[in-house]
C-alpha cells in the first residue's frame, strides 16, 4: 500500500504556474493520497472548483474535501439569480479503495496582531483498505506558532478519543429493550440498507505539521524520547513513519523556501506520517520526491506492507 501526502499550494509551482495536471501526475501511483490547501473559486487559481477538478484528474479515486476555511464567493446576474458559491481553503483525501465516511474538523485559531492568521483543519475519512479499515487524517497546522499548533494538536487528540470511543458516523441500532422503537428505527433505514460501519483499530495522521522533528509540537505526536530507547516506547502514541521505515531514501525535508532568498533560506522536514503503533512493523519504505516542482512542498510517501 502506497500514501502520499502532499501541501500543493493551491497548485503553485516552482515556476510560479498554477497547475492542477502536473500535481496530478507527481501523486499517481499512491493508493492513499493527503493534500493540503487545496482550494475553491479564489483569483490566484482562476476561480476554478479544484476539488472537482482533482477528482477528474484522478478519475480513479474517491474522495472527500474539507474547507476550513469558507467565504462567500457568489455572484448576481442581472435578473437577480444568486449564483451561489464558496470561496474555500482546506485538506482533501482521495483513496483507491471506498472512503465510508468522512468528518471535517476546523482546528482552534487564536488572535494574531499583524501577520497572516488564517482557518486550518482536518478531514477524518475511514477508507475500506484491502488490509482492513483505517482511519486516516489529512490535516494542515498552523504555520503561525508553536502555541497555536500545540493547542490545535490536543484538540485533534481529544476529538479522535471521542471519535475512536463513539464509534460509527452513525449507528443505527434501535432500542430493542422497547420492540416497536427498535422497529420504528428499522424502517427509517438509517443504515441504508447497508452494513454498519466499521470502527477501525488503525489510524494514519498525514499532512503539512508545520513543525520541525525537534520541536515540542512533533513530541506531542511521538512522546518524549528514552535516553536509551528513543521514541515509541509505548503502544499508546504514535509513530514516525520515517523513523521506523526498514529503507528510507535520501533526506526527510520536504519544504524548499522560494524564491531562494525566503525565510528561512533552507530546506526543513514539516510534512509527516505518524502511525498507530500496531503499524510500525508494516512501513517497509519512505521517501520524498525531491523531483516534484509542482509546489514549495515536495510529496512524502510512505510504503506500508498489506
Known sequence: MKIVTYNIRFGLGLDQCC??????REI??????????????????????????????????????????NVDASTTSEEGAVLNRRRQFGPMLLSRWPVLSA???VLPQLPASELISMATGALECVI????????????????LSPRERLLQIDHLFEMNRIFENCGRVIMAAGNHSDPEEAAHIDELDWNNGEPPLPNPVHTIFMGDFNSTKESSEYTRFVGEPDP???????????????SVARETKGHPES??????????????RLDYCFISSGLSSKVNRCWVDTKAVGSDHRPYWVELDD
Open 255 to 268: 519544504w524548499w523556501p522560494d524564491p531562494p532568498d525566503r525565510l528561512p533560506g533552507h530546506p526543513l
Open 103 to 105: 468528518r471535517s474538523l
Open 128 to 143: 475500506d483498505t484491502t488490509s482492513g479499515p483505517m482511519r486516516v487524517y489529512s490535516l494542515h497546522l498552523s504555520p
Open 228 to 242: 536509551i530507547y528513543g521514541h515509541g516506547v509505548h503502544s499508546d502514541v504514535l509513530v514516525d513513519s520515517w
Open 28 to 69: 499517481g501511483g499512491a493508493d492513499i493520497i493527503g493534500l493540503q490547501e487545496v482550494e475553491r473559486y479564489w483569483r490566484r487559481s482562476g476561480m476554478v472548483d479544484q476539488p472537482k477538478l482533482l477528482g477528474e484528474l484522478l478519475a480513479g479515486y474517491y474522495w472527500a474535501y474539507c474547507p476550513a476555511f
Open 19 to 24: 497547475d492542477l495536471e502536473r500535481i496530478a
